[in-house]
């Protein structure tokens, strides 16, 4: 309790700080009413001369939020509420505003993002998808417009040359993987005119919590085509139809695994006919046996993805819509294919992949938005440095939020879910119908047809009228059933005579594995002190109550002999719900955080050879680059055959002079004996002086050239080597548990081996770079490689 109290006196503290600016920024309202919208409009120049002069963006914020304050009146006829000008501020300060559904989040981004957009910088507003990108980019965007801030919408399907100019935009506004995808693209370009991004400065994530929470721990991935048989997937899933569940092969739901059991070894060893399934020559077999077992086992039809002609259509697990272009990695895209009976398609290379967690915390300034927050403020905290402030509604919340029930079988619950929609819908009361997947959405529209209440669908299949539908959800009578989180991000606004009957109702028909999700829902309906109401209708036979629950309940309900159709409410029901929601939330920051310790080696990787890539791209004359790895190269080649442990009798000059003569010296150049009667470090000293010899005589024969031949040689070869260091740390991790049994802390072997491999990577780019240079022709201009954004599975 004592903790409690801290954080909420904290959060008091910060209020009543907050409250203090907020009444600096009322002082000046009317001084800025009275200008003229040319008076108003020159306070930006007159902002960025200040800048200029030295004063910084804190002491800027009162008169600048008040000048968007009143530009927004002007504009959009919307004033900004005293408690969306905190949520303003607390953005500014690279904090998480956490404020309730309807609070209105998009007007409260137009204030941070216009005092940081006096920098020139760039300020970058993220959405979850295309459309509330776009949507804001033209709506809120006439406020900075109007103030002569340019605005920008980086989307999935604009040009390179449109993307660099939507990023040159004082304010740009697109979505997270948009935004992580061209951050990968831009580190592959052959040319610094290529790249569209520029410096990360600051982000304003809305829907902070889906997005880095949520979505954290999949990596985005850019990837090529690589040359696999599809055959493989076939016979595998073939051999899997004829497995029998718990006799061949084990699944782990809450682990997400399949296994084979010795039955299931034997049968795959007596139909793929080898003698030992486990030899390392069946790696590649077990892979795609153990991927057509998800596949069976793991992945639903219809909840994990839908069947859309010859495609597999990924559906986003947090809200529900289809992820169109986005593939699952490592064969399991394939392996669905094969079970679904559409083309297998090639499996692909990675090229280029981070984490959004990386991505993001690459910005100089970080902030975020969202209606729940508070319940992952550690993790906030932990890993982006960000603390969340609770920002007060501008009305009191009076939605009631009525207690769970739950009921023995599915069916039951199903059929109780549809007499509340039903008597509801009669008394002209709007409900919203939240479900977990598409499957299930479609089970409650059924039973709504056969009893005849109209109703609206908004799941992964029906995405393209989203913003409609949930707009007109709260109209007298509207049955509209959603999966998820759909729709977030669309006012709900109460037609006429809806308060009157009650407001919006809300009924969730399962508890999610986190309560935050749970807390969304039940945020749709009480906006701005409307009048609403919200309940869960469970079952036994739920996901979480199935994998997480306590078995008191059913024991319970089993003693008090109650019927399937009678519903239990009681507060120990409540209380293991929740415990239940916690130990899976629990469970999933322990996954991110692990996934991030480990992702955390390699982005220290990507961030030294993403430097040295920019590098390349900005300098003119690379041969002091060149030279540099020379150099390297020349200090590698005397540990090899000439090493300090050694008495100079035993080193190899022979292997030595071989070797310099494969790279960057001409046949018979150095004599043996000449090298002999060095000391070491003048043998290092003769060498350098030979490849400078020969250098100058490249230099001479190909002029200029020599200077384009270097730049496509480095960034080729430092782009090959990357893509197959990549996926040799990804094999690398998949099989580094095993170490544990050793003893061993399997993070810290990653770790200190995969400093190995890439100290070894980068040896091997400069022994490449130095052979090329010496003895490579360029004819033709490179061919790109052919692309595709996936978000990793």
Same mark, same amino acid.
């Given at each position: 309790?004592?903790? =409690?109290?801290q954080v909420?006196?904290?959060?008091?503290?910060?209020?009543?700080?907050?409250r203090?600016?907020?009444?600096?920024?009322?002082?000046?309202?009317?001084?800025f009413?009275h200008?003229t919208?040319?008076?108003?409009q020159?306070?930006?120049?007159a902002?960025?001369q200040?800048?200029e002069?030295?004063?910084?963006?804190?002491n800027?914020?009162?008169?600048a939020?008040a000048?968007?304050r009143?530009?927004?009146?002007?504009?959009?006829g919307?004033?900004?509420?005293?408690?969306?000008l905190?949520?303003?501020i607390v953005?500014?300060e690279?904090?998480?505003?956490?404020?309730?559904?309807g609070?209105?989040?998009t007007?409260?981004?137009?204030?941070?993002s216009?005092?940081?957009?006096?920098?020139?910088?760039g300020v970058?507003?993220?959405?979850?998808?295309?459309?509330?990108?776009?949507?804001d980019?033209d709506?809120?965007?006439?406020?900075?417009?109007?103030?002569?801030?340019?605005?920008?919408f980086?989307?999935?399907?604009?040009?390179?040359q449109?993307k660099?100019?939507?990023?040159r935009?004082?304010?740009?506004?697109?979505?997270?993987?948009?935004?992580?995808f061209?951050?990968l693209?831009?580190?592959? /370009?052959m040319?610094?005119?290529d790249?569209?991004?520029?410096?990360?400065?600051?982000?304003?994530?809305d829907?902070?919590?889906?997005?880095?929470?949520d979505?954290?721990r999949?990596? =985005?991935?850019i990837?090529?085509?690589?040359?696999k048989s599809?055959?493989l997937?076939?016979?595998?899933?073939l051999?899997v139809r004829?497995?029998?569940?718990? &006799?061949?092969?084990?699944?782990?739901?809450?682990?997400r695994?399949?296994?084979?059991?010795?039955?299931?070894v034997?049968?795959?060893?007596?139909?793929?006919h080898?003698?030992?399934?486990?030899?390392?020559d069946?790696v590649?077999?077990m892979?795609?046996?153990?991927?057509?077992?998800?596949?069976?086992?793991?992945?639903?039809?219809?909840?994990?993805?839908? /069947?859309?002609?010859?495609? !597999?259509?990924?559906?986003d697990?947090?809200?529900?819509?289809l992820m169109?272009?986005?593939r699952?990695?490592?064969?399991l895209?394939?392996?669905?294919?094969?079970?679904?009976?559409?083309r297998?398609?090639?499996?692909?290379?990675?090229?280029a992949t981070?984490?959004l967690?990386?991505?993001?915390?690459m910005?100089?300034?970080?902030?975020?938005m969202?209606?729940?927050?508070?319940t992952?403020?550690?993790?906030?905290?932990?890993?982006?440095?960000?603390d969340?402030?609770?920002?007060?509604?501008?009305?009191?919340?009076?939605?009631?939020?009525?207690g769970?029930?739950?009921?023995?079988?599915?069916g039951a619950?199903?059929?109780a879910?549809?007499?509340?929609?039903a008597?509801?819908?009669?008394?002209?009361?709007?409900?919203?119908?939240?479900?977990?997947?598409?499957?299930?959405?479609?089970i409650?529209?059924?039973?709504?047809?056969v009893?005849?209440?109209p109703?609206?669908?908004?799941?992964?299949k029906?995405?393209?009228?989203?913003?409609e539908?949930?707009?007109?959800?709260?109209?007298?009578?509207?049955?509209?059933?959603a999966?998820?989180?759909?729709?977030?991000?669309?006012?709900?606004?109460?037609?006429?005579?809806?308060?009157e009957?009650?407001?919006?109702?809300?009924?969730?028909t399962?508890?999610?594995e986190?309560?935050?999700?749970d807390n969304?829902?039940?945020?749709?309906s009480?906006?701005q002190?409307?009048?609403?109401?919200?309940?869960?209708?469970?079952?036994l036979?739920?996901?979480l109550?199935r994998?997480?629950?306590?078995?008191?309940?059913k024991?319970?309900?089993d003693r008090?002999?109650?019927?399937?159709?009678?519903p239990?409410?009681?507060?120990? =029901?409540?209380?293991?719900?929740?415990r239940?929601?916690?130990?899976?939330?629990?469970?999933?920051?322990d996954?991110r955080k692990?996934v991030?310790?480990y992702?955390?080696v390699?982005?220290?990787?990507?961030?030294?050879?993403?430097?040295?890539r920019?590098?390349?791209l900005?300098t003119?004359?690379l041969r002091?680059?060149?030279e540099?790895?020379a150099?390297?190269?020349?200090?590698?080649m005397?540990?090899?055959?000439c090493s300090?442990? #050694?008495?100079?009798?035993?080193w190899?000059?022979?292997?030595l002079?071989?070797?310099?003569?494969?790279h960057?010296l001409?046949?018979?150049q150095v004599?043996?004996?000449?090298?002999r009667?060095?000391?070491?470090?003048? /043998?290092?000293?003769k060498?350098?002086?030979?490849?400078?010899?020969?250098?100058?005589?490249?230099e001479?024969?190909?002029?200029?050239f020599?200077?384009e031949l270097?730049?496509?040689?480095?960034?080729?070869t430092? &782009?090959?080597?990357?893509m197959?260091?990549?996926?040799?740390?990804?094999?690398?991790? #998949?099989?580094?548990?095993?170490?544990?049994?050793?003893?061993?802390?399997?993070?810290v !072997?990653?770790?200190?081996e995969g400093f190995?491999?890439f100290?070894?990577?980068?040896?091997?780019?400069?022994e490449?770079?130095?052979?090329?240079?010496?003895?490579?022709?360029v004819?033709?201009?490179?061919?790109?490689?052919?692309m595709?954004d996936?978000?990793g599975?």
């Amino acid at each position: 309790m004592g903790l =409690l109290k801290q954080v909420f006196n904290a959060n008091e503290r910060d209020i009543a700080r907050l409250r203090r600016k907020i009444d600096r920024i009322n002082g000046l309202e009317s001084q800025f009413e009275h200008m003229t919208d040319e008076e108003l409009q020159a306070m930006t120049p007159a902002f960025r001369q200040r800048l200029e002069n030295g004063e910084k963006l804190d002491n800027l914020l009162p008169e600048a939020f008040a000048v968007v304050r009143e530009a927004a009146k002007r504009v959009m006829g919307q004033r900004h509420y005293d408690v969306q000008l905190m949520g303003g501020i607390v953005l500014h300060e690279g904090r998480v505003a956490e404020m309730k559904t309807g609070e209105g989040k998009t007007l409260v981004g137009t204030l941070p993002s216009y005092l940081n957009g006096l920098t020139g910088k760039g300020v970058h507003v993220v959405t979850v998808n295309d459309y509330l990108a776009r949507r804001d980019a033209d709506i809120t965007g006439q406020v900075h417009r109007f103030l002569g801030l340019t605005v920008g919408f980086n989307g999935h399907d604009l040009t390179p040359q449109q993307k660099h100019d939507a990023y040159r935009c004082d304010i740009t506004y697109g979505t997270n993987n948009e935004f992580g995808f061209d951050y990968l693209r831009d580190n592959m /370009v052959m040319s610094l005119n290529d790249m569209t991004q520029r410096g990360l400065h600051f982000a304003i994530v809305d829907e902070v919590d889906s997005i880095l929470i949520d979505e954290a721990r999949t990596p =985005l991935i850019i990837s090529g085509p690589a040359e696999k048989s599809a055959d493989l997937y076939f016979r595998a899933d073939l051999f899997v139809r004829r497995l029998r569940r718990d &006799d061949d092969y084990e699944i782990d739901e809450k682990m997400r695994t399949a296994n084979l059991t010795d039955s299931g070894v034997q049968k795959a060893e007596s139909f793929f006919h080898v003698n030992n399934l486990f030899d390392p020559d069946n790696v590649t077999l077990m892979h795609h046996i153990t991927q057509a077992l998800k596949a069976h086992g793991l992945m639903h039809r219809d909840k994990d993805y839908v /069947v859309m002609g010859d495609e !597999i259509c990924i559906v986003d697990e947090f809200t529900g819509r289809l992820m169109e272009g986005r593939r699952y990695s490592e064969g399991l895209h394939q392996a669905i294919e094969a079970k679904e009976g559409v083309r297998v398609q090639n499996e692909s290379k990675t090229l280029a992949t981070i984490t959004l967690q990386n991505y993001f915390r690459m910005y100089e300034k970080l902030s975020g938005m969202t209606g729940t927050a508070k319940t992952e403020e550690k993790e906030f905290i932990e890993i982006y440095g960000m603390d969340v402030v609770s920002i007060p509604t501008n009305r009191p919340l009076i939605r009631k939020d009525l207690g769970d029930v739950i009921y023995k079988t599915e069916g039951a619950k199903f059929n109780a879910v549809v007499n509340e929609i039903a008597q509801r819908h009669e008394a002209g009361q709007p409900v919203l119908v939240g479900t977990t997947s598409i499957d299930k959405s479609e089970i409650v529209s059924h039973l709504l047809n056969v009893k005849g209440v109209p109703h609206q669908v908004l799941n992964a299949k029906h995405h393209a009228r989203e913003a409609e539908i949930v707009s007109l959800a709260g109209q007298p009578g509207m049955v509209t059933i959603a999966t998820n989180m759909a729709g977030r991000g669309t006012d709900i606004l109460l037609g006429d005579g809806v308060a009157e009957r009650g407001g919006l109702h809300i009924i969730g028909t399962e508890r999610h594995e986190s309560r935050r999700i749970d807390n969304q829902l039940r945020g749709r309906s009480g906006r701005q002190g409307d009048p609403g109401s919200s309940q869960f209708f469970l079952s036994l036979e739920d996901d979480l109550l199935r994998l997480f629950g306590s078995d008191n309940i059913k024991r319970m309900m089993d003693r008090l002999g109650l019927e399937e159709d009678q519903p239990i409410e009681h507060r120990m =029901l409540t209380g293991a719900m929740e415990r239940a929601q916690k130990k899976v939330e629990g469970n999933n920051y322990d996954l991110r955080k692990h996934v991030l310790r480990y992702d955390d080696v390699l982005n220290k990787q990507r961030e030294v050879i993403y430097r040295q890539r920019r590098q390349i791209l900005e300098t003119e004359n690379l041969r002091e680059i060149v030279e540099g790895m020379a150099k390297d190269l020349i200090d590698h080649m005397l540990d090899i055959y000439c090493s300090e442990e #050694q008495i100079p009798e035993d080193w190899d000059i022979r292997g030595l002079i071989q070797y310099g003569e494969h790279h960057f010296l001409l046949p018979n150049q150095v004599e043996e004996e000449v090298l002999r009667k060095l000391e070491r470090d003048e /043998v290092r000293d003769k060498l350098y002086e030979l490849f400078i010899e020969n250098y100058n005589q490249r230099e001479e024969d190909l002029g200029e050239f020599l200077r384009e031949l270097e730049r496509i040689v480095l960034l080729r070869t430092v &782009d090959s080597k990357w893509m197959d260091h990549i996926d040799a740390m990804d094999q690398f991790r #998949q099989g580094v548990h095993l170490r544990s049994y050793g003893q061993s802390d399997p993070l810290v !072997i990653y770790q200190k081996e995969g400093f190995e491999m890439f100290e070894a990577m980068i040896h091997s780019i400069e022994e490449e770079v130095v052979l090329y240079v010496f003895k490579a022709t360029v004819q033709t201009a490179p061919q790109p490689i052919e692309m595709h954004d996936t978000i990793g599975g």
